[in-house]
């Protein structure tokens, strides 16, 4: 059986942990943040770890980086 490809667009988006959780950035920064809170900016700063729905997902899309 070939082997399964690896989604570039997932490859671009996450990571793994070291214990295999999904890691990803925060969305809704690209613009507009003027009218956004002080506390929303802070708070979208950085990564996430993924829910297990949706981790579940991703890890489907890159099935050889767990």
Not at 26 to 49: C, E, L, Q, V, Y
């Amino acid at each position: 059986m070939p082997k399964m490809k690896t989604k570039s667009a997932a490859k671009k988006r996450f990571k793994f942990s070291a214990t295999g959780k999904v890691i990803a950035g925060n969305a809704g920064k690209r613009h507009g943040m003027i009218k956004r809170s002080t506390k929303f900016i802070r708070n979208t700063a950085g990564t996430m770890i993924l829910s297990a729905s949706d981790e579940k997902i991703v890890k489907t899309y890159m099935p050889y980086n767990r």
